[in-house]
């Protein structure tokens, strides 16, 4: 089981080191790299149609701008893709980025997450890995228990 977390350019390392971290902390192995739909074509398709073949379970592809990194891995890939908008420098408030992952043509799924949400898409990661691996499900179940308990402490001492 390895995760791919992809991204269109080095300057949306920041956002996606969030779900390279998550995805570490459930102990799931992740390969990391730039891949640019509009610079390096070649790289993309290669990337896109051979993924499934290293042993990539889930895709995690972040793209800011005009973002159609996601939604071309999904076009050549059979593997679940999940989109990360990223906020860029050349965005137009993440809006470009957002929409341009998340209104996909019908048979070309990407899952979407938050503007700057690669935190979610590692979680998504893991829980589409946990759906047929008891060891990743347990860690999911053991992390979610640690937010419900984080919230149940906080809601104590709001009320001491």
Do not use: C
Not at 93 to 120: E, R
Not at 131 to 145: A, C, E, P, Q, W
């Amino acid at each position: 089981m390895k995760v791919a977390v992809i991204m269109g350019s080095i300057s949306d390392m920041p956002v996606m080191q969030e779900a390279i971290d998550i995805l570490k902390a459930f102990d799931i192995e992740t390969e990391v790299d730039i891949v640019s739909a509009h610079r390096t074509p070649e790289k993309l398709f290669d990337f896109s149609k051979n993924a499934h073949h290293r042993g990539i379970t889930v895709i995690i592809a972040g793209a800011g701008g005009a973002a159609h990194l996601p939604g071309m891995v999904a076009s050549m890939s059979p593997l679940p893709v999940i989109g990360v908008p990223v906020k860029s420098s050349n965005s137009i408030d993440g809006w470009d980025s957002i929409l341009s992952i998340l209104q996909m043509p019908g048979g070309v799924p990407v899952a979407t997450v938050a503007l700057n949400g690669a935190k979610n898409a590692g979680i998504l990661a893991a829980q589409i890995i946990g759906s047929h691996n008891k060891s990743v499900l347990d860690r999911i179940i053991l992390y979610k228990t640690g937010l419900k308990e984080a919230v149940d402490i906080a809601s104590e001492t709001l009320h001491k």
